[in-house]
Structure formats: structure tokens, C-alpha cells
Nanobody, 121 residues
Framework: VQLQASGGGSVQAGDSLRLSCAAS?????????MGWFRQVPGKERELVGG????????AIADSVKGRFIISRDNAKSTVYLQMNSLKPEDTAVYYC??????????????WGQGTLVTVSS
């Protein structure tokens, strides 16, 4: 399974960005639970949120609730992270990941390479 994240960049506070994560490979299945994580250098990786194959988002980080939206297009094997009202504290490398469990239980099995988002004030 390969996960290709894209859409990162440098923006101003208050702007929006949409990250995409395209999955490929013979082992990928549309029922995989997909997640978005982020990490600031020197800090632990943080789960932003995840989405099931049916589009259910069980939980999303409090720090982004009301501003970030996770969605997926199973026909394109792509997951999206719509980020609105961006703040400087959202600056991080964003990673997508795939979990072979449909419910997202256990560890994530596959990881993308990350895409950098920089938000300036």
C-alpha cells in the first residue's frame, strides 16, 4: 500500500487548505480506516482524526474541531482533510495513514510521506 499526501503549503492565518491522500497498491482495500496525523518537530505525533469507509468520523481532535473536515472518495481511493480558519499552531507536517481494521482499532499499518503546512500570523 502506498499513500501519497499532497496539498500542503504556506498560508496566512485564517486561510484554508485542502490536503489529499491518494492510496494505491494491490493490498489497499476501500474498507480500510483512514487517519490524518500531524507532527511538529520535537513534539509527539498527534491524531487529527479518522474516517471509516462509510464516511463516519468517530472523533476529531479538539484543537481542530469545527475547523477541519475529513472526507473520502472511495471511487478515487482518496481521503481529504479540509482545513479552514488556519492558525499558526496548525503548522506541522501532516501525515495520512491507513488502518486495515474497518473500525480503526489497533495500530495504523501504512503511512504516507507527509506534507508540510506552514501558517504564518
Amino acid at each position: 500500500v502506498q499513500l501519497q499526501a499532497s496539498g500542503g503549503g504556506s498560508v496566512q492565518a485564517g486561510d484554508s487548505l485542502r490536503l489529499s491522500c491518494a492510496a494505491s497498491g494491490r493490498s489497499f482495500r476501500s474498507y480500510f480506516f483512514m487517519g490524518w496525523f500531524r507532527q511538529v518537530p520535537g513534539k509527539e505525533r498527534e491524531l487529527v482524526g479518522g474516517i471509516s469507509w462509510s464516511g463516519v468520523v468517530p472523533a476529531i481532535a479538539d484543537s481542530v474541531k469545527g475547523r477541519f473536515i475529513i472526507s473520502r472518495d472511495n471511487a478515487k481511493s482518496t481521503v481529504y482533510l479540509q482545513m479552514n480558519s488556519l492558525k499558526p499552531e496548525d503548522t506541522a507536517v501532516y501525515y495520512c495513514a491507513a488502518n486495515e481494521s474497518p473500525t480503526g482499532g489497533g495500530v495504523y499499518d501504512y503511512w504516507g510521506q507527509g506534507t508540510l503546512v506552514t501558517v504564518s500570523s
